[in-house]
């Protein structure tokens, strides 16, 4: 930018399943500087007996059982993601808009400073048990595009057949999340592997069943959602101080917005509703006009749906899967914190 002109940002916050085997350490190395507010969220875990964020960050060996249950990994990606975003270089990048995906929502509302960072832990850590259990089904991921990320009106058949598979078992199959050029569907146990057995593989990948996750963003989730209520008042929220883009695309002002509402669509309506990441990102690409697109870590996973929105959204020209390489190559538009390279042109300050 040889006129030194800051670039209009949206920023995204992930979701679970995203600090992995590759993202053990990812505070220690990036985050050294946010000790105190990490030091903060870790008193409250020790008085509640739990393990350290630091000492589950710092460990020599990635433990699937402890690091992926939902009481460590909801936090662990919460401080990363907020972290990341408090990083982002504000003299390059004027943030015009936050959102997230699925748990990424409760991240956007503390980034977006609708809560604040001990209130954004606290609500991740709290969300995170009322939503985990072993009856509280599963989640898949099955593309609904061909390997030029252009819709594929097979893979939409096949995931309608299995929603209507499901239905007829009288065991819904729901929608959980629309994931740019995916489809995250949930349900019972029992509806997750009718539903592996009946999809056709693809890419020697998919029909993928998301490890750890329970059927989020379905009517399974009622009680939590009703939990939630009990244990987090409207006076725990408030109006954000950025526009703030929710799971149906809604955009959320400093002013105009009613804590109750608020609490209300997060505690309710996205609890057990679909979350539309795709209308998000493409009310964001619309209304904001942004230069960039910025994913915080840990991880790099939405990467690929959110292009595809873009690609959807002719975002820029792009028509496809080796435009946006191409694109990608020469002049970023989607920058993911999670990726090294792409990191380094995003913070203030490389460590």
């Known amino acids: 930018m040889g006129n030194n002109k800051k670039q209009r940002a949206i920023v995204i916050c992930p979701g679970r399943g995203t600090y992995n085997r590759t993202e053990l350490g990812y505070l220690q190395r990036y985050h050294s500087e946010h000790a105190d507010t990490l030091a903060l969220f870790d008193a409250q875990r020790a008085a509640e007996g739990k393990p350290t964020l630091a000492s589950l960050d710092t460990a020599t060996v990635f433990k699937s059982k402890e690091h992926l249950h939902a009481q460590n990994a909801a936090p662990l990606i919460y401080s990363c993601a907020y972290f990341d975003f408090l990083s982002i270089d504000r003299e390059r990048y004027d943030i015009v808009a936050v959102t997230g995906n699925s748990m990424g929502w409760y991240i956007a509302l503390a980034c977006a400073g609708a809560l604040s960072a001990i209130r954004g832990f606290e609500l991740v850590s709290g969300m995170a048990e009322l939503t985990q259990g072993a009856n509280l089904g599963g989640q898949l991921i099955y593309p609904l595009v061909d390997s030029a990320w ?192 792409q990191r380094a042109q995003a913070i203030s300050c490389v460590p």
């Open 150 to 341: 252009q819709v594929s009106n097979s893979h939409a058949a096949a995931v309608e057949a299995a929603i209507q598979d499901a239905a007829a078992h009288n065991d819904p199959l729901y929608w959980s999340i629309a994931f740019g050029g995916y489809a995250v569907l949930a349900g019972s146990h029992a509806a997750i592997k009718r539903a592996l057995a009946a999809l056709p593989p693809v890419e020697e990948r998919y029909p993928f069943e998301l490890p750890g996750h329970s059927a989020f963003h379905t009517p399974l989730m009622q009680q939590a959602s009703e939990r939630g209520l009990e244990q987090f008042s409207t006076s725990f929220f408030k109006a954000p101080e950025l526009p703030l883009i929710d799971g149906n695309g809604r955009i959320w002002h400093a002013t105009g917005t009613q804590a109750d509402a608020l609490r209300n669509y997060t505690l309710t309506t996205q609890v057990t509703e679909t979350y539309h990441l795709s209308k998000a990102v493409r009310v964001g690409l619309r209304e904001f006009a942004p230069d960039v697109v910025l994913l915080t870590g840990p991880g790099s996973t939405m990467g690929g749906a959110v292009a595809q929105v873009m690609i959807e959204e002719n975002w820029h020209g792009l028509q496809n899967k080796a435009d946006f390489i191409a694109q990608q190559a020469s002049e970023p538009s989607l920058l993911a914190l999670g990726i090294p390279e």
